[in-house]
């Protein structure tokens, strides 16, 4: 069981949004930092979002992050089948002093 | 270009040790807290350890805490991961990664990952 929680899977058509949800409590995500992964089959994770809305140099403009209370969201608009991965959200976790991450979403591009 | 190798993974029987090595170059390693972070097979992501950049904090997950310790050498610029008294449940890909916002909490830079396989 993870300490944040992320939809399994989410799916949209190519060229549509859509929006992973990642749900914590106040001790990660309501007063730390939040980041977001992608991550394709056999491969490492790569940073796509950091400090709830920031993006890496090199991330494109349709993936964005944002932060409400206890909660984060990553978008995806312009939907490619390229961007067809398992997502994962994380933050440190001031209570526990680590870091937790979320489940996992697979993101499926119809 | 930054780089992360891992390795010293392998097969390993229960209750036994295992030392993983990460080396590091293309960037000013001493800058840089460092972190290891495993996926077991068909799972999620599971943060095992971090380390500040001058090794003068070190953070665990509950899972590992007592038998792993993580350390670095700032002038060889290497990660260590040493794992004892290992169990089933530690088999995983594991990955080192680069802190990039110097709270150990977010990881732009990873490593291809070195399986460690504990079984009977």
């Known amino acids: 069981q993870s300490v944040l929680t992320q939809p399994p899977s989410v799916s949209a058509a190519p060229g549509q949004k859509v929006t992973i949800s990642c749900s914590g409590s106040?001790?990660?995500?309501?007063?730390?930092?939040v980041s977001w992964y992608q991550q394709f089959p056999g491969t490492a994770p790569k940073l796509l979002i950091y400090d709830n809305d920031q993006r890496p140099s090199g991330i494109p403009d349709r993936f964005s992050g944002s932060k409400s209370g206890t909660s984060a969201t990553l978008g995806i608009t312009g939907l490619q089948t390229g961007d067809e991965a398992d997502y994962y959200c994380g933050a440190w976790d001031s209570s526990l002093s680590a870091m937790v991450f979320g489940g996992g979403t697979k993101l499926t591009v119809l | 270009q930054v780089r992360l190798v891992e390795s010293g993974g392998g097969e390993v029987q229960p209750g036994r040790s295992l030392r993983l090595s990460c080396a590091a170059s293309?960037?000013?390693?001493?800058?840089?807290?460092i972190n290891w972070v495993r996926q077991a097979p068909g799972k999620g992501l599971q943060w095992v350890a971090g380390?500040?950049?001058?090794?003068?904090?070190?953070f665990y997950s509950d899972s590992v805490k007592g038998r792993f310790t993580i350390s670095r050498d700032n002038s060889n610029n290497m990660v260590y991961l040493q794992m004892s008294s290992l169990r089933v449940e530690d088999t995983a890909v594991y990955y080192c990664?680069?802190?990039?916002?110097?709270?150990?909490?977010?990881?732009?830079?990873w490593g291809q990952g070195t399986l460690v396989t504990v079984s009977s």
């Open positions: 380390i500040r950049s001058d090794g003068s904090d070190k």
């Open positions: 106040s001790s990660n995500i309501g007063n730390n930092y």
């Open positions: 990664a680069r802190d990039d916002c110097h709270s150990l909490t977010c990881y732009g830079y």
């Open positions: 293309g960037f000013t390693f001493s800058h840089y807290g």
